[in-house]
């Protein structure tokens, strides 16, 4: 059997919202601190404390949204004493994440500056599980308000006069587990009490976004928009790639084997099934999908590397990590109506990362090649896309060997992303680009693949897997047929 992918090019199927494409920034092991900022004096170039390598890599995917201060950490911060003087900032335990002292030194000022810099949108996390209802409310006020107000007044003396622009807020984060143990009755209610007081000031609207599922917890996405729908914007769900057991054995980042292979593929496409059965229950309660399902959480959890601190979640990233970011695309893809934004964790050196630091050194990961790819597809019209594809088996489980998406942007020019999920075997695929009735004028193509399943960048050879130039097709007046090596990503540019 041959694939066939079949592309309507006049067949448009709505905007693939670009905060798909979004990351995820949390005080956790080195992502912040090293990661990101490594402070003013620092022999590290750097732009006010944050670091240039990582900030210019990260401009470089087009970073819309920017997800911080957690996580789990979310729940245990207090705004206020990340703001002011540096070296008077209260210092704290980070007790979630390895137990290490938190100086406080990347606060609101220093996110926001971030993401000044990156050209991207806030989204900002704020502290149910341990926060008051004041503690929230002054901190949108602190940010957002124009003119004066105790707030207000405090940011002008910290140095910044103007508001910011803040849309997304969230109001607590994954509260049935580290964001305080709570059933979603109560959750329901605490969401309803806490929003009120996350006003709009001025112009600035904010997208409130309730702490939604985690995984399979249909339940909780059924109380909380009985309750609440009318009340939310977004509701979250989150969903992490793990190939073994989270608690006795998660697997390792550079785990060689098929098996391992196979069962990351099978576990990462779980997200399409999670995504159509909360969607249904959204769908009960908000049919015209004005709520946006915010997957806030995703991406490959595995073991940390050997020697590690075991609260730091730093792991490597290979080109099974590539595979599990293009699918994962494609799925959200697949369901951009109801899929506003999604946050893969984490930005830097904390799971499945774009980028690695040790000192002043820097990595690029295979995944952080995935969304140079496709930022193409950032707010680009998606296309109606048919794929009937080879089963690929192991073990008597079968898997769908590709994984297809295909958009057109602002100046027609058509791309389509391709994953061969089989690590062992090419696959060739028959793709049908119906409407072009005067054929394939131009095209280009770019793969992003590797000879092992463990494949990934180091300090010492960061260049092992980058994309390179993708010539394996044919063209014959609208139709392509190209030839995907096992375990590779494919972008093709279509004029
Ligand atoms: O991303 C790591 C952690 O995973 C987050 O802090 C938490 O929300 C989730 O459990």
Redesign the pocket.
């Known amino acids: 059997m041959k694939n066939t992918v079949i592309i309507n090019t006049d067949v448009e199927k709505g905007i693939i919202n670009k905060n798909i494409y979004g990351q995820f920034a ?1 005080h ?1 092991g080195r992502c912040i601190y090293e990661g990101l900022w490594v402070g003013e004096n620092s022999p590290i170039p750097n732009t006010n404390g944050i670091r240039n390598d990582v900030l210019e890599a990260l401009k470089n995917i087009n970073v819309p949204v920017l997800r911080w201060p ?4 979310a729940d245990e911060y207090h705004w206020k004493d990340g703001v002011g003087p540096r070296e008077q900032r209260k210092r704290m335990v980070n007790t979630h994440w390895g137990g290490v002292i938190e100086n406080n030194h990347f606060g609101t000022h220093e996110f926001m500056q971030l993401c000044e810099l990156l050209d991207c949108e806030p989204y900002i996390c704020g502290n149910v599980g341990s926060g008051t209802v004041q503690e929230m409310s002054e901190w949108v006020e602190y940010m957002t308000l124009n003119g004066e107000s105790p707030m207000a007044d405090w940011r002008k003396e910290n140095g910044r006069e103007e508001p910011w622009n803040l849309t997304y807020f969230g109001v607590g ?2 509260n049935w ?2 964001g305080g143990n709570m059933r979603p009755e109560y959750y329901a209610d605490l969401y309803r009490r806490y929003q009120t007081y996350v006003r709009n000031y001025g112009k600035n609207k904010i997208y409130k976004i309730a702490g939604g599922a985690n995984v399979d917890d249909y339940r909780w996405t059924e109380v909380l928009m009985r309750e609440a729908h009318w009340l939310m914007d977004g509701l979250s769900l ?1 969903y992490y790639t793990i190939p073994g057991d989270f608690w006795l054995g998660k697997g390792s980042a550079t785990d060689p084997r098929a098996e391992e292979w196979f069962v990351t593929m099978k576990k990462a496409l779980h997200m399409d099934e999670l995504i159509t059965k909360h969607s249904t229950i959204m769908d009960k309660y908000d049919p015209a999908k004005r709520i946006g399902m915010i997957i806030d ?1 995703w991406g490959t959890w595995f073991d940390v590397e050997p020697g590690t601190n075991p609260g730091f ?1 730093y792991q490597q990233n290979t080109i099974r990590d590539a595979l599990v970011a293009g699918v994962h695309f494609h799925i959200f893809h697949k369901h951009s109506d109801r899929v506003q934004m999604t946050n893969i ?2 930005a830097v050196n ?2 499945q990362a774009m980028v690695l630091t040790e000192g002043e050194k820097m990595l690029l990961t295979p995944t952080y090649h995935v969304f140079e790819m496709f930022k193409v597809h950032q707010d680009a019209t998606k296309l109606d896309i048919e794929t009937i594809v080879e089963e690929y088996e192991m073990n008597g489980e079968k898997l769908p060997s590709v994984s297809a998406s295909a958009s057109k942007d602002a100046n027609g020019k058509i791309h389509i992303s391709l994953c061969n999920l089989n690590h062992q075997a090419e696959s060739t695929v028959n793709i049908d680009l119906r409407g072009l009735y005067d054929g394939i004028a131009k095209i280009s193509g770019r793969i992003l693949t590797a000879d092992k399943p463990n494949e990934h960048n180091t300090f010492e050879q960061p260049e092992v897997v980058k994309p390179v130039e993708f010539k394996s097709f044919t063209v014959f007046n609208s139709e392509l047929t190209v030839i995907l090596p096992a375990m590779s990503v494919v972008v093709l540019a279509v004029e």
């Open positions: 949390e956790l957690g996580g789990c950490f984060n994954e587990g580290c989150h959480e979640l964790a984490q904390v799971l």
